[in-house]
C-alpha cells in the first residue's frame, strides 16, 4: 500500500522543495551544492521513523482492509480506502517535520561555517559548486549526539 520508494521520492521532494533556493547568484556569491536524499536517508533518526512508518503503514492496511471487508458499497470502500491513505500521509508528515527541519537547520549552519550565501540541489547543478552534503550529515550527526 505504502511502499518504501514512495516515501523516498516524497523525502527526496520535500527537502528539495525546502532546501534547494534557486537564486541567481552574483559573482562574489559561494554556491554550495547538496545531494538532499542522502542527506535525509543518512539522518541520525530517519531509520527508526523509517520503521515507525513501515508500522503505521501496516496498521492504516490492517484497518482498512477490516473496515472494507464488512462494507459492501464499492464507493464507501474507495471512501475507507482514501481516508486510511491520508491518515497516513499526515503521519508521514508529523514524523518526517523534525527531520526535514532539522536537516535546513544543518544546512544553514554549514553554509554559513563554509561561507556559502546560496544551497541548491545537487541535481540541478551541471558544474560547479562546492558540496557540502558530508559536512551537512556530520553536523546532523554532531546535533544527535549532544542530545
Known sequence: MFSGKRIGILLSLAVLLVLSSAVLASANDKIGVIDSQKIIFQHPRFEAVTKQLQQISKQKENEMKLAVDKEP????????????????????????????????????????????????????????????????????KKKAATK
Open 73 to 140: 458499497d464499492q464507493n464507501k470502500k474507495a471512501q475507507i480506502f482514501n481516508t486510511k491513505r491520508n491518515e497516513f500521509a499526515q503521519e508521514e508528515a508529523r514524523l518526517m517535520q523534525p527531520i526535514f527541519q532539522e536537516a535546513q537547520v544543518a544546512v544553514r549552519t554549514v553554509a554559513r561555517l563554509k561561507g556559502v550565501t546560496v544551497v541548491i540541489e545537487q541535481s540541478a547543478v551541471y558544474f560547479g559548486g562546492i558540496d557540502i552534503t558530508d559536512d551537512v550529515i556530520q553536523e546532523l
